[in-house]
């Protein structure tokens, strides 16, 4: 069988995903908007043998419907899929490859990671989704909620399988144990934080964003510090990563008082993160709200205890709490505080790092490619057909997500 499949843009644990769904299918990797920088990841090597083309060429094209069709048919089309995996119902890019397979005769599969519980649902918004949705003949998700909710969506149930949400546990596992046996800290903190710190720190990785919570994260924080000592080695805070709200946590670090206790490292790229996995002490993960949340596979495969938000959809899946981590209110400061207190108190030969590792082991890039291939052949037996409604849904959702790329 002959799989596209598109993502937006290339991250780390897309090319792990692309390489599990090669030992299924041959495949082709579609990136929408690669010099799109949500994410300002240094741009991954792709796994020899995968052939790969890339929708837009310059900023702008990813605004552009024509553009982005035209190229799909020379692009795309040229190599003759039998099958497209597209990723969800609202990218302007993912719209456009969902319509001009359609009208190619080639079956989609959606790829899924939003729960029904995410946001506030409208019925109008709801039934113009549903027409979207119609065009896709399987899915691919990896939570109960997720699946739930493609199937209310549309989707046929038997068509939609799990394994989505993966990532490169193996580099992660083994990165960080080399780190971990390594002395001293990461050079971005060396220094700034006491060597003792070693494997005894909090760890988060977040943009600065107000979903990620990082404020009330740091009230917590203030909380967790005023039943220890000063010693600026006892469990300190880091927070990786950067964004709009980089001021407002700046001061309010500053008004808590907790400049010698909590350091922000910045953004960093995956060889600089995975030294900060293997020298922590514990992960933490605050989020209000999440349909997923990567980092928490990362941090468990690393072999850090993690504690998170019980509004992650990660959660739902990899968190048994008490077992496998600890799960937490994120609108409770005292409940992010009680979770910190856990994982401070959390012996080094715990039986939860063994039963996370496990856990996060039903998650691998293996599992995504045999997820794939077996939504992918439910697709094409499925032979979605949309109708007039669904037909108009996608060409005015298209018209829309063009309309918010151009600002």
Same mark, same amino acid.
């Given at each position: 069988?002959?799989?596209?499949?598109?993502?937006?843009?290339?991250?780390?644990?897309?090319?792990?995903?692309?390489?599990?769904?090669?030992?299924?299918?041959?495949? &082709?990797?579609?990136?929408?908007? $690669?010099?799109?920088?949500?994410?300002?990841? %240094?741009?991954?090597?792709?796994?020899?043998?995968?052939?790969?083309?890339?929708? %837009?060429?310059?900023?702008?094209?990813?605004?552009?419907?024509?553009?982005?069709?035209?190229?799909?048919?020379?692009?795309?089309?040229?190599?003759?899929?039998?099958?497209?995996?597209?990723?969800?119902?609202?990218?302007?890019?993912?719209?456009?490859?969902?319509?001009?397979?359609?009208?190619a005769g080639i079956a989609a599969v959606c790829m899924s990671e939003t729960n029904a519980w995410d946001f506030e649902r409208?019925?109008?918004?709801?039934?113009?989704?549903?027409?979207?949705?119609?065009?896709?003949?399987?899915?691919?998700? %990896?939570?109960?909620?997720?699946?739930?909710?493609?199937?209310?969506?549309?989707?046929?149930?038997?068509?939609?399988?799990?394994?989505?949400?993966? /990532?490169?546990?193996?580099?992660?596992?083994?990165?960080?144990?080399?780190?971990?046996? %390594? $002395?001293?800290?990461?050079?971005?903190?060396?220094?700034?934080?006491?060597?003792?710190?070693?494997?005894?720190?909090?760890?988060?990785?977040?943009?600065?964003?107000?979903?990620?919570?990082?404020?009330?994260?740091?009230?917590?924080?203030?909380?967790?510090?005023?039943?220890?000592?000063?010693?600026?080695?006892?469990?300190?805070?880091? &927070?990786?990563?950067?964004?709009? &709200?980089?001021?407002?946590?700046?001061?309010?670090?500053?008004?808590?008082?907790?400049?010698?206790?909590?350091?922000?490292?910045?953004?960093?790229?995956?060889?600089?993160?995975?030294?900060?996995?293997?020298?922590?002490?514990?992960? /933490?993960?605050?989020?209000?709200?999440?349909?997923?949340?990567?980092?928490?596979?990362?941090a468990m495969a690393a072999g850090l205890p993690v504690a998170a938000?019980?509004?992650?959809?990660?959660?739902?899946?990899? /968190?048994?709490?008490?077992?496998?981590?600890?799960?937490?209110?994120?609108?409770?400061?005292?409940?992010?505080?009680?979770?910190?207190?856990?994982?401070?108190?959390?012996?080094?030969?715990?039986?939860?790092?063994?039963?996370?590792?496990?856990?996060?082991?039903?998650?691998? $890039?293996?599992?995504?490619?045999?997820?794939?291939?077996?939504?992918?052949?439910?697709?094409?037996?499925?032979?979605?057909?949309?109708?007039?409604?669904?037909?108009?849904?996608?060409? &005015?959702?298209?018209?829309?997500?063009?309309?918010?790329?151009?600002?």
């Amino acid at each position: 069988m002959r799989i596209a499949v598109l993502f937006d843009r290339f991250g780390p644990y897309h090319v792990a995903r692309l390489r599990g769904a090669m030992a299924q299918a041959e495949v &082709l990797a579609v990136e929408g908007a $690669p010099h799109r920088a949500v994410y300002d990841w %240094t741009p991954p090597d792709l796994p020899n043998g995968l052939d790969h083309v890339a929708l %837009t060429d310059k900023a702008g094209e990813e605004s552009d419907p024509v553009v982005v069709e035209a190229r799909l048919e020379e692009r795309v089309g040229r190599w003759k899929p039998d099958v497209i995996a597209l990723p969800g119902w609202s990218n302007m890019v993912t719209l456009c490859a969902l319509r001009w397979a359609r009208r190619a005769g080639i079956a989609a599969v959606c790829m899924s990671e939003t729960n029904a519980w995410d946001f506030e649902r409208k019925s109008l918004t709801e039934n113009v989704k549903r027409g979207i949705v119609a065009h896709y003949g399987g899915g691919l998700a %990896t939570n109960r909620s997720q699946i739930e909710y493609l199937a209310q969506l549309g989707v046929p149930r038997e068509a939609i399988f799990g394994g989505y949400n993966a /990532i490169d546990n193996d580099f992660f596992r083994e990165a960080a144990a080399r780190w971990r046996a %390594t $002395p001293g800290l990461p050079p971005e903190i060396e220094g700034a934080v006491a060597a003792e710190a070693h494997g005894q720190f909090f760890l988060a990785s977040n943009r600065f964003i107000p979903k990620k919570n990082l404020l009330r994260l740091l009230d917590a924080y203030a909380a967790f510090r005023k039943r220890r000592e000063a010693d600026p080695a006892d469990w300190p805070l880091i &927070l990786l990563g950067d964004g709009e &709200l980089r001021g407002e946590i700046e001061a309010k670090i500053a008004a808590l008082g907790l400049g010698s206790h909590v350091h922000l490292p910045g953004f960093l790229q995956l060889d600089a993160l995975v030294r900060y996995y293997g020298t922590a002490g514990a992960f /933490i993960h605050a989020s209000t709200t999440e349909q997923w949340g990567l980092v928490i596979n990362e941090a468990m495969a690393a072999g850090l205890p993690v504690a998170a938000s019980n509004r992650c959809g990660s959660t739902h899946y990899l /968190i048994d709490d008490g077992i496998t981590g600890f799960s937490f209110d994120p609108h409770s400061t005292e409940d992010i505080t009680a979770a910190l207190g856990k994982l401070a108190q959390l012996p080094s030969d715990a039986p939860l790092l063994e039963a996370a590792r496990a856990k996060v082991e039903q998650l691998r $890039p293996e599992g995504f490619g045999e997820g794939l291939h077996q939504a992918a052949s439910a697709a094409r037996s499925t032979s979605a057909r949309p109708g007039v409604f669904a037909r108009l849904a996608l060409d &005015l959702a298209i018209a829309r997500a063009a309309r918010a790329e151009r600002g």
